[in-house]
């Protein structure tokens, strides 16, 4: 096994939120290589976007917001976002010269007796002086448990594994969620299967635009969870799903009524207490993600609720260590603004610490 590796700075993934904060951790003056290095356990660029489904083109992903220092300026909207953002993203490593190692995957995280942390990969072991944690969710999706899972003779799959309607054509699906996922599966799936849609709770639609007074609702709802340890709800619970001219057309049709989430799953579809039934070849759990962050266990930094707290972008009981495009920065703006707020709290930090290696 090769000799650990000596740096200031090591950022965990290359999604928006890890090359956000390896632009900035050079703009603060940290040397990409010797300074600060990016891991990232893809074989390519693109972060989550490389893996997303075939069918998401820029025009029906909610907006992606472009990188600091560099236009985002696809040929066309109709582009799929797992071909268009990937190209961009690869595009600003090589303008930037980022310093990303890939594949690397990190399977620990320790604190060192010398007050480093040994960053543990299937590549040897780096040690540094700060931590940037862009791992973002993508590697975790949620999928719920209901009495009976495990009999259901047809085939269960989480939105991570959708990869296109044409599968479904004839079938029966139930979709599980409340999201903006399954509302955009449902519109694809819908013409050409039997569709039914349950939902925990009944969903608001949103008419009119979402303004920057909501957003910023919704992030501080965010913000005061995940500072207090605990489980933020969904950002649809704050904001409401957006009514376009699709969902519009699909909600006169009938293709949105929601029924409840059934009580248990059989080998043959869902039932609900009250006897009813829909029979089903197919559950698509569009049930989300939680944050990819077990290689951060033997930090032991997680509440109960299994959140790590953070104050802004740091640690709350570990302010070396800075979380970005976790809990209020979970999106493509949010994680742009982490990256700069983490590169400014780190500089500061490690000044006050041990001299550079840079
Ligand atoms: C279907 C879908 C559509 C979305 N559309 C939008 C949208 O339109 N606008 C928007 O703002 N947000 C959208 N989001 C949310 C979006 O995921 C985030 O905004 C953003 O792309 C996440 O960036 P990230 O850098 O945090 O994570 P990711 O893009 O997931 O990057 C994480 C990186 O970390 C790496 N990694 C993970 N674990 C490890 C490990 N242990 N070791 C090494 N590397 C690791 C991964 O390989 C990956 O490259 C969408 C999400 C989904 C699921």
């Known amino acids: 096994m090769s000799e650990p590796r000596d740096v200031d700075v090591v950022v965990i993934g290359a999604g928006q939120a890890g090359l956000s904060a390896a632009h900035h951790l050079a703009r603060q003056g940290f ?120 009999t259901f003779r047809g085939r269960q799959l989480h939105t991570v594994g959708y990869r296109g309607a044409a599968e479904f054509a004839g079938r029966s699906v139930v979709v599980v969620g409340g999201g903006a996922s399954a ?81 248990r799953i059989t080998p043959d579809g869902v039932a609900w207490d009250d006897g009813r039934t829909v029979a089903a070849d197919v559950i698509l759990w569009a049930t989300g993600f939680r944050a990819a962050v077990g290689h951060l266990a033997p930090l032991r930094l997680r509440t109960r609720d299994g959140v790590i707290p953070v104050e802004g972008t740091t640690a709350v009981d570990e302010p070396r260590l800075q979380l970005v495009g976790y809990g209020p920065s979970a999106s493509t703006i949010g994680a742009n603004r982490a990256g700069r707020s983490a590169a400014v709290a780190l500089r500061r930090l490690l000044a006050a610490d041990l001299p550079r290696s840079a």
Do not use: K
């Open 31 to 150: 040397a990409p290589g010797s300074g600060f290095v990016v891991l990232d356990g893809d074989a390519a660029p693109g972060g989550a976007w490389q893996h997303r489904w075939p069918s998401l083109t820029l025009a029906t992903t909610h907006r992606v917001h472009e990188l600091p220092g560099l236009a985002f300026e696809p040929a066309s909207e109709d582009l799929p976002a797992a071909e268009a953002v990937p190209a961009y993203f690869a595009e600003y490593e090589r303008r930037f010269a980022l310093p990303v190692e890939r594949p690397v995957r990190v399977s620990a995280v320790r604190r060192t007796d010398d007050g480093r942390f040994a960053v543990e990969t299937d590549r040897g072991t780096w040690r540094a002086r700060g931590l940037v944690n862009a791992t973002g969710t993508w590697t975790r999706p949620f999928v719920p448990h209901y009495p009976g899972q495990e």
């Open 183 to 263: 509302v955009q599966l449902l519109g694809e799936i819908a013409p050409v299967a039997r569709t039914t849609w349950v939902t925990r709770r009944p969903p608001v639609w949103r008419e009119g635009p979402f303004g920057e007074e909501q957003g910023r609702e919704a992030v501080a709802r965010v913000e005061a969870a995940v500072r207090a340890g605990r489980m933020p709800g969904s950002v649809v619970g704050v904001t409401g799903l957006v009514v376009t001219p699709w969902v519009r057309r699909a909600l006169d049709d009938g293709v949105l009524t929601r029924l409840p989430v059934f009580d």
